[in-house]
C-alpha cells in the first residue's frame, strides 16, 4: 500500500474534461525512484526509472457504490538496476502528458528482468 496517493491537480482536470466527452485517459503507467512524498501539485514523476510506460488497461470497478473507482491495470518489467522503486504514477500520454495519479511509498527492489504488475485505483468519493 502507498504511503502518500493523490489524484493530482491535473488528475482532477483530466476527469472533468472526459466528462465533457474531451481530452485523454491516463491510462499509462510510469514507475520511479522519487523519494520526494506525493503532492496534489505534481506534474510528473520525481525520478522517473529507465523503464519505458506501459500502457495499462482501464476498467471502472466497485469501492463503494457500483463504478465509483476507475482502475488501470500494467505489468513493467526492470531493465535498469536503479535503487528500489519508490513511486508509480498514471498519465495520459506515453511520454511528456498529464499525470493523474502519483503515489511514493517504501522501496520495491526488483532484479533486472523481473515485474511488476500495477494497480492504480483513482475512487470517487462523496463525502
Known amino acids: 500500500m502507498a504511503d502518500v496517493v493523490y489524484a493530482v491537480d491535473a488528475g482532477l482536470a483530466i476527469i472533468t ?28 514523476m520525481e525520478t522517473p526509472g529507465p523503464e519505458d510506460r506501459t500502457v495499462g488497461t482501464s ?8 463504478n465509483d473507482t476507475y482502475r488501470v491495470v500494467g505489468t513493467i518489467t526492470k531493465t535498469g538496476s536503479a535503487a528500489g ?12 502528458g498529464n499525470m493523474g ?16 504488475t500495477w494497480t492504480v485505483d483513482t475512487a470517487l468519493d462523496q463525502a
Open 85 to 96: 522503486i519508490t513511486e508509480v504514477g498514471t498519465l495520459d500520454a506515453i511520454t511528456g
Open 17 to 44: 474534461n472526459l466528462m465533457k466527452g474531451a481530452g485523454t485517459e491516463p491510462k499509462w503507467i510510469d514507475q520511479g525512484t522519487g523519494t520526494t512524498p506525493a503532492d496534489p501539485a505534481d506534474t510528473a
Open 101 to 116: 495519479v502519483h503515489a511514493t511509498f517504501g522501496a520495491i527492489h526488483l532484479e533486472v528482468g523481473n515485474s511488476i
Open 59 to 66: 476498467s471502472r470497478v466497485l469501492t463503494n457504490v457500483a
